[in-house]
């Protein structure tokens, strides 16, 4: 009977992540009265809430089968895990090491005291600005099966995490620090950005990577058999830590990656950039003497995205396109429901 499976998934929920779906289910009992969040909304998120307990429990009762591994690497996309993924199996040790990965970016929404189960649901409910319903539900439950999966590695297992140069893996990178913050592992950071030019940049080529998802799967698998990385010492560990702290005592919901530091601005920061591109391409449109006044909004997010030395992800740039179609900078035509329906002009 699901009742019995029921009871049986309860009673297996470490005492934190019981707490953490409690106050879930709470703090929207909360929302339904203070304010225009409904009681239909509120069944939906529970129902989901009710299947995550039941996805935690299966996946759970997954891990205690799986043979036992012999280190874990954690990556900040699911692009650069699963290249990860192709190289441990070609080196035959996709048995012994296993890849974790979030399906987030860090660089874009709330982190203040993310580590904590308020401070996730902030960040949830800000996300909810920026997915449509399905990918929210898909995000919400991986955020916490990558957490569980992060805070169930035995502390012999030692831990690579892949990071490169931007503020999403760096963000993630200290995150994570914070949450093994009382493991005894050992810890390797293999910079994926200074691993990449160090292996396979020559004098004539030069060419820096943005994110460790750019890397092909060979070229991961010269960097992990190449590297010589050593553990971080407690200091490390401890100074990185400190940096996680500073970050979630933040309120802001945009970070840029500037001189090997992570700096948090104001959301509307790429605002003035957006509009510019967007003068650039109706000139160049009149210019051609293209018929259509109205540009898609995916090419505009696309330019300002291709030329940015930051990774920030399409969904944060159409959050902000469409505050600015709110404010009256762009005008619109089609439908807002996603990106790929609806095309966009500055206001003239």
């Known amino acids: ?172 990178l200290r995150y994570v620090l914070y949450l093994l913050r009382n493991k005894t592992n050992e810890i390797k950071v293999i910079n994926a950005t200074k691993a990449y030019a160090e292996h396979f940049n020559r004098p004539d080529i030069q060419y820096t990577i943005l994110q460790t998802g750019e890397m092909s799967p060979e070229q991961l698998q010269v960097i992990y058999e190449k590297d010589q990385s050593k553990s971080l010492s407690e200091y490390e560990r401890k100074e990185l830590e400190e940096e996680w702290m500073a970050l979630a005592d933040s309120k802001e919901t945009l970070r840029i990656w500037r001189n090997e530091e992570i700096k948090s601005v104001r959301e509307v920061f790429y605002d003035q950039y957006m509009i510019n591109m967007a003068k650039k391409l109706q000139i160049d449109r009149e210019r051609v003497q ?29 959050y902000r396109l469409r505050k600015l179609i709110e404010k009256g900078v762009f005008e619109m035509e089609g439908n807002l429901k996603a990106m790929r329906y609806y095309s966009v002009r500055l206001k003239r």
């Open 1 to 172: 009977m699901e009742i019995e499976k029921l009871k049986k998934s309860i009673e297996e929920l470490p005492e934190g992540e019981a707490k953490s779906l409690l106050f879930h289910i709470l703090f929207r009992l909360n929302l339904v009265k203070e304010t225009d969040y409904s009681e239909t909304n509120f069944i939906n998120d529970v129902e989901s809430i009710y299947e995550t307990v039941f996805k935690l429990s299966k996946e759970r009762s997954e891990a205690k089968e799986e043979e036992t591994f012999q280190k874990v690497h954690i990556l900040f996309g699911l692009s650069g895990a699963g290249s990860l993924k192709y190289a441990l199996k070609k080196m035959g040790l996709s048995k012994r090491e296993k890849v974790i990965s979030f399906w987030d970016i860090f660089s874009i929404g709330l982190i203040e005291q993310l580590h904590e189960s308020d401070g996730q649901e902030a960040r949830f409910q800000w996300m909810k600005n920026v997915m449509d319903d399905d990918q929210f539900q898909d995000y919400q439950q991986g955020f916490y099966n990558t957490v569980n999966q992060i805070n169930s590695v035995p502390d012999n297992v030692p831990i690579t995490l892949w990071v490169a140069d931007n503020t999403h893996e760096q963000t993630g």
């Open 290 to 318: 293209e018929p259509e006044p109205f540009m898609k909004s995916a090419r505009l997010i696309g330019e300002v995205i291709g030329h940015l030395d930051q990774y920030m992800g399409d969904a944060f740039f159409e």
